[in-house]
């Protein structure tokens, strides 16, 4: 039998002037179950806890209903003293006589008769509530991060400095990303790589950081704080242990003329290669799409181990007296686990061939704004003198174009890419600074420039270094006597235009990273409608994903600059360390639960959950043999929305703190 | 065409391909037709087919005794068949475990069923052999012509029809019992803890329970009026089952047992969905 | 022996005599395309030319809901207050069949068996039943094969036989039916010595002794799975039969107080007898149909003496999937004779 | 008057996140509003089972009042919008089958939106006084069917 007691607050005369607290108190008095009721000036005050504690102690209370002001006020207080008082803090439920009644109505007559009905309804929860212990998940103290650019890097040091490991998966033969083919950074015109590779290098070094390069997340199971990754290392045909980077092979290499990745397409490689000379870890792998041995296998259908074709590398590696190549090296899959993951797989550059107006690829002058950075890079393949590409002369002449792709709805991308702006007016810096009597002219739509120092630093590009800033959009470029004819218009002057020039730049669109809608598939996580991962909420949770212990960091997520993704990633290494506070997670007790009896496995529960909180489970019978499937909710997971519970048509699943019954008993009371 | 199915269902069990065909058999009158069950080869001479064949024997598909009866064929009309879409969609049956014994169809029942006449399936869509003529398909232009006919009335007009129709109501879950769809192991109706809705074939309880019925249908029910056929005081169920299959095409431009892929338009959202309703 | 008359013309006439003479009339009137017992409101409504309505005249005597007692919360205590039905009007129901009729005595015994159900026995003090004979009995009717026929009278007060001159011979059997006569005079006229009646055929199925014996040794039988595997678990034939009676017992209650409701129940539904552990001893739908065969042709013959079917053909009609407890029972007999 | 006697009773169901803490902040801002509104507090909009609703009405609701967070705001991101849906299509089935539309108000109101909330509660209140009492629903109470 129950044995219910209410504790009316009069909140000094804020509920007591509008309500008539004590005939609320007498009136809870003759309630069913109730068998204690008494009103009070503070119960938040020491006193008026001490009141509910004496009162459970004196009157062996079974649930407490406390009338004060919104819950989202006092529940913890007066849940906090009940526990104190030896009483399940979830059998403490709070009627809202102040915010919702006092405060809102005149009419004391009526607000008190309101007042009682809102003591009866929560009155009649209680007697149906349930004591409830708070959920605990063990916690794998260990974190994965996918995509080794400066997002990853910086979540990844973040997190090891923080005392935990991290197993860094990068699906290139090094860490770096794109950061590493950047010349210099706006707004600041820093080198990127001498900002960048002594990161790359703690990040080698780091004790705590486990590299896995040239692999990539194949699957993801479990759930927060209790992930299980499956990672597969492709085969580099070159054996870590052994290798000392010397770079023998690469010399050696009869393959030179592979088009460079790294290069934007600018420089070659050769079929055994490290992506850049400070690449991280500094080993080559085998390219077996062009490597002579690995092709000749292929045409004549022998396994490798008979192949004898080329093998210059392997003769030319010094090391006795195993060598380092191992060409019948095979892929490795390894699991892992983890209790958090970061994803930061970064973006990818729009294709331009979809403008075929701006003639890139027909035209070698006519580039995009990654080739120029390696132009511009000492370490590029013109060792960062400003050369065309088709015939090595000096470019007098360049046109930046803007927005390629970006803020187009024509080619499906309308959003912003955010960083063109910036890297235009740095390219057009870098440009003057190498070639004095050079003139830049910069096609745009918008100049974009928010940030610290970006609009002085655009300012300067123009007012400084003379860049010619026209605002409209190019309509066609072609060849004119060795040069390149750009007609557009100036939207301002409301002229047309034509410059020559002798270079074009296309600043193109970022996109999201190519297959990254299959990732967030194996992740679980959701993707918009171009493959930017989503946040758990736009402003709240810019951080997380929707499912628990999964946390997003860098431009994967949406366009993003360096000091954006770095912030980001420090942000996700934060919450990585959160959750790694203690080795096991607590977590409110309200959640779903499954009544496994009725359940028919219809998993429409399954379907609506937000969280991927529920899954099938199957009961067998002594002999093992599945005798039907079930929903099951993961409390490590489930939020406790209650989503399934009304989306579920026999009701056999249910919320704790918000059941059927407790409902139920409210809408009878009112 | 009987001999066709006979033919059919014969190879099935003789290849061993099924365990089980279930279909229509003499029924105690000539108008009318009973499921019944068969194992053997030589039992499909009982096998009928003509247009006393009511019955949507998808309904049988998910009885838990039948699970075990290893791989089943039923015999379908294009309407009953699109049950199995949605039985599918909901992991009540592996489409691979049944095979779906289609019948071309001019209709059933004397005079023919409402339903017959806005046939889009005559030739079913969902199934592994059809049986007869390929028939084209007749317009739904007027599908829900007597939905329209009831809202041109006022909402007290409406309420007192249904007050009077589901007074009518004894309880007795022919309704239920004979539809596909209706597969849970324990109806709402039979929850006691709490008591949602009065099982007592009163007013009220009979509100509840039809309101139930016809939501717990919305987005799922696809057509096939068993549950009105069935009905012994002949109340017009369809009718709010069809409102529902209207709402749900308009608003959310899904109809129930086309798309065996399409998510089911109650477990689903499109964040663009109508706010019309909403203040 | 009948000694009156009425001619089918005058039928409104006898309607609106008996309504003057306060009675209040019931009998077959559309509803929404069903016929079903309704009270008689315009004379012309009534229709006794329909061979079957949906559901017997059973709802006039036990309503497929009714309250049986009212109690009020005051904090922990509670009081009752049984509610017997107030004593309900003086009707008559005119142009139910013979069949029904006879299902009237058949539960008399089992209302009046551990406790008498004033619930059930004062409307059947207030009611007075006029059958008519069948002239057209149709394929689904039995009565013959368990103890009926199409013009019996058992548990008629008056019983109706059309004639071949249009006309119906009233002949009563109890001081009800005489007084139904009393108020009707003025519409009756004398019948002939040898009127021609029509009454219609109803073949005889199966034999009753020979069904009994057979359902008694074989609960365990096949035949109950070969029969019933594909029933539906629906209550229809039960809700619509003229001597079904198993009733559930439902609170509905608030905060303030409930009522105590008894209702159909039906022994095919799946949760017929379901334990409050979750266990059900009929828990297949071969051992509910069972049941339902079982408990009208031997548990109720063992207990009343009476079989508990009238032959009525209503569960045929209304079931689903058009299981036949007519064929069913004759099966049980020829395997009876087989056994033998 | 009888009317002035009867006391509209309505009962709403509102999310925890957003139109929970809107109510609060129009109690906070000490905005006035009818009295005759009863507040049941669930986690989130997709919470609500229809039944809720139907039940309300049986217990002598006048009127029912839903309300959550706008759509894209839920705090379990997609709970409102599965929510949509259903009211979307319960609404329609309880306008087909005669209630009037105006027992029934859905809205969205944001933790910011106390004033919203007091108008909302207003309007509907006044709406339901028009209609008066739901005695269509009433007269189902009864529970003899036959005598």
Redesign the interface.
Known sequence: MARVGVFICHCGENIARTVDSAAVADAAK???GVVYAVDYKYMCSDPGQQMIKDAIAKHRLTGVVVAAC???MHETTFRRASAEAGLNPYLCEMS?I???CS?????KQ??T??AI??V??MV?KVKKNEELQPIRVPVTRRALVIGGGIAGIQTALDIANGGHEVLLVEKTPSIGGHMAQLSETFPTLDCSQCILTPRMVEVGQHPRIKLYVYSEVESVDGFIGNFEVKIRQKATSVDPKLCNGCGACREACPQKKIPSDFEAGLGTRTAIYSPFPQAVPNKPVIDRENCLRFRVARKKGIPIEECTACGKCYEACPIEPRKAIDFSQTDQVVTEKVGAIVVATGFDLYPTDAYGEYGHGKHPDIISGLQFERLASASGPTSGEIRRPSDGTIPKSVVFIQCVGSRDNAKGIPYCSKICCMYTAKHTMLYKHKVHDGQAYVFYMDIRAGGKNYDEFVRRAIEEDGAVYLRGRVSRIFRRNGRLAVLGADTLSGRKVEIEADMVVLATAMQAQLHTDKLAQTLGISYDQFEFLSE??PKLRPVET?TAGVLLAGACQAPKDIPEAVAQGSAAASKVLGIFSSDELEREP?IASVNE????????CE??C??GAIEEKEIKDRDGNVV??VANVNPGVC?????C???C????ID?AG?S??Q???????? | MIEELRHKARELLEKGQVELVIGYGAGSDPTRTMPVFIRRPEDCDHLVWNKYCYNNLTSYLTW?ELKTAGKRAVVCKGCDAKAIVVLCK???IEREEVVVIGMSCEGVGEPLFGKCEFCDVRTPKTCDIQIGATLPPLSKDNLFEDVRQLEAGNAAERWEFWRRQFSRCIKCYACRQACPLC??????VE?N??Q?IATSSHPKGNFAWNVVRAL?LAGRCIGCGECERVCPSNIPLMLANKKLAQVVKEQFGYESGYDIDE??P???FMPDDSDELFK | MAEFKLNEAKLDELVNALKSEGYRVVAPVEEEGVFVFKEVVDPGEMRLDVLRTARSIKEWFFPRVEPTLRYK?D??SVTCKGEMPQSPPKTVIIGCRPCDSASLPILDKLFDWDFRDEYWFKRREATTVVAVACDAPDSYCFCTSVGGSPDGTAGSDLLMRKTVGGCYLFESFTKKGWSIIETAKGTLEPAGQNEKVLVGEVPKRFDLNSVKPWLDNNFDHDYWKEISYKCLSCGACAFVCPTCHCFDIQDEA??QGGVRLKGWDSCCLPIFTRHGS?YNPRDTRDARYRQRVMHKFTYYVDKFGLTACVGCGRCCVSCPIDMNICTVVAGAAELAETST | MAENEWKP?I?AFVCNWCT??G??L???S????D?NV???????T???????II??FE?G?DGVLVSGCHPGDC?????NY??RR?WIVFSELLRFFGIPEDRVQFAWVSAAEGAKW?TLVNEVVAKVRQLGPFTAYRELETTEVLS
């Open positions: 003759r309630m069913a919104s819950p989202r809202n102040r915010e919702h405060w809102v109505h005149e009419d009526a607000a008769e309101k009905d809102l009866r309804a009649e758990a909420h929707n309200i009896n009725i359940c028919s496995g219809c998993l429409a379907a609506v937000p969280y039907k499937v939020q406790g929305c209650g989503l519970v009304a989306t048509r026999a009701n056999c919320l918000f059927d019954e409902v139920y008993a409210e809408i009878k009371a009112l | 838990p909901e992991n009540r597969y849970c192991t324990q109806c709402i929850r803890q709490p949602w717990h998510p089911l109650m477990a689903s | 919360f904090r922990g608030d905060l979750g | 009773k009962i929970y803490a109510a609060d129009a109690g906070t000490r905005l006035k509003y009295v009863r507040v049941i507090k669930l986690p989130c997709g919470r609500i089972d229809p039944l809720f039940k309300a217990q609701a705090h379990y991101t997609s709970g599965h929510a259903r007091a």
